[in-house]
């Protein structure tokens, strides 16, 4: 668009009617005309043409109070004035005045930002299966607006990806030039060869199907291409054969400083029966993957949200989705309804596409024998869709931790035309459901968020034990208790992210119970539903609900736990446990909102960038989180930040002050050195004099800090004898069924590294560790084949041989 003279550009030998006409004109375009027709944003940098040298042209700035930012060429110089406003909507007169006058001056013009774009065309790729794509890019915007990041330059480089699952075909065409054996292993059979072990049925063909929809090659002539075509991926075979505790982990945990991003569509029965979750090993893995994972910034793991809506499965009841360490994903049709295989809960962050009825579309990606298939379907479609879009995101900004990776998907997700009765407003706003959490995934709104992100402060944990003594639960049990989130302590949470209700219940059939846990601003969330074929009465055993549906709602105030029996009227019961753990932040966030990436202005900002973003505050004040505090909050201190200066034209990186992350292992801090510890992680210890932190060894860890002895839950103080009493029983049992089931089943098997390094004996898995893993593929009963050949039928089912009988419930 034309705007008309573009600056205030005058000469001090100009005439007199210029001189007459110049500041007449400028006043009418500023502040009259000028902004109808466009706005301008002028800097506080100036164009200046002073003959006579470089040192001329330094003594005319220093006296004007210019920095001379360099010689152009001829006699013209580039000055920017030390105290001008760095973007403002008017020319600075009383400066460029001053300028006009000074006589070794012959022109002067103050430098107005200019709209350029990058000259690269984008191209759409152009791989025969591409315009199928529909989920990636669609005329109608129901896609994961996946072209809009590509369009940006991100499309995954330098972002590794690995599928965890049944192997992955490295020489497959429209894969092998984005194969990485680094991101690779074969925990089956104990080699780096992952590649699929071939049947008949193609039973192995889940994990490359996965792996084409993260990274299929682009512009290949072959099949379509991944969300992130230039991402390396690679696969561990881990599916195929006998998953226990220490096969998961070893997956969970292979090159963690090399592998970025984890996807994972597997987990306990989607039977609608089963509780179970991580146990001791796959724990430790999650752990260590987000605290030392990618140089303490997280692994990240994505993990499809499960396959039992037909079975009215809960994904609170699978330890692994409902995991605060796993991003977890569900699935919508092409026309945005709940597929008949999802399944709902708290603990959902957001959804992608995948199938749904049987004249919906489902995903095309890569396949078994060097093939292409368009009948990728289920949850387990799901999850690699958004591995892809966080690995756009990584691309975009690699210092993003675990806990900004959540954070950006809950502020970028979005309701879009998704169709459930379940939709709610949660205490910021947002909109959030057990169905699709905060929504669809935008791969654009993702990177384009990423890129400006400063990173959340550490985490924070605040545990509270919820009631006093055994409660009776009968029909409905309703528990009110407020709380503070630990104000006061070092735990304080004043902005929350994940939360969970760790509940340990008995009830005679536990799948007549609803549990919701209501925030104190109200925000409703469903721990559990019903699920009529879970008649054991096993209850709950120290299992952590966990919603994401309050996130960065204030904890301070009343929570409200339910309990209900939603079917039987002669059900019993009793709650011994409930104890809250809230975490989060403790610096609250400015205004979330769907507004998230405007927040609003304060005068404490003096610089805006184009999209009303602060990214420089006035003095006094530092940058936070785009937003200007006077102190920074715990885990941060002040610090210089180049300036994310996001305009078209280049203007020299300024460093602004900001408030930064504590440097490890500093928990909060004085100052941005090692050395400038206040406090420190759990499991380390401060020493006040040199300002470190060092680690404690385990048996200090074991010695309980005095507030968190005040905060036990009531049930650790059963009388011993109770407790060794259960533990006897509970190994009598598991001693029984296990005999039982060898007995009947011949003798286990390990992978024969394991098994002559003598690995099982050391890890305590002499027996009765063979895990339940089911694929978050479809059932058979629901098969497509109608609608072709290459339907995914058997993804499910045929893992006979794995069936579940480990019962430990543990949810971390
Ligand atoms: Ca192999
Ligand atoms: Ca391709
Ligand atoms: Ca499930
Ligand atoms: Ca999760």
Redesign the pocket.
Known sequence: MACGPSSLATGPRAGPVQSLLGPTLLVLLVSGLGPAFCQKIYTNTWAVQIPGGQEVAEQVASKHSFVNLGHVFDDIYHFKHRTVEKRSLSNHRGTHVRLHREPKVVWAEQQVVKQRRKRDVYTEPSDPKFREQWYLNNANHRDLNVKGAWELGFTGKGVVVSILDDGIEQNHPDLAQNYDPDASY?VN?G?P???PRYTQLDDNRHGTRCAGEVAAVADNGICGVGVAYNAKIGGV?MLDGEVTDVVEAQSLSLNPQHIHVYSASWGPEDDGKTVDGPAKLAKDAFLRGVTEGRGGLGSIFVWASGNGGREKDSCNCDGYTDSIYTLSISSSTQNGNVPWYSEACSSTLATTYSSGNLNEKQIITTDLKSKCTDSHTGTSASAPLAAGIIALALEANTNLTWRDMQHLVVRTSHPAHLLTNDWKTNGVGRRVSHSYGYGLLDASAMVTLARNWTSVGPQQKCVLSMIAAPRNIGTHLVIKKSVDGCLGTANHVSSLEHVQAQLTLSYNRRGNLAIHLTSPSGTRSTLLAPRPHDYSSEGFNDWAFMTTHSWDERPSGEWTLEIENQAGVSDYGTLTQFTLVLYGTGQAWPSPSDADLVPPVSRSCKTLDLRQICIECTAGYFLFQQSCVTECPPGFSAGLLPMNYTVGNGVEPAQVPSCLPCRPPCLTCSGLSPRACLSCPTHSHLDAAAGSCTHLNQFERETPGGFMEGLRPPASRLPAAVAMLSCVGIMATFGGVFLALQLRSGPLRLPPALEAGGLRERLGLGGGARRAASYHGIPTVWGDDALSSDSDNDDFGFRGERKAFIKTQSAI
Request: glycine fraction near 0%; hydrophobic fraction near 0%.
């Open positions: 074969d059979d080699d060869d992952p590649q075979r």
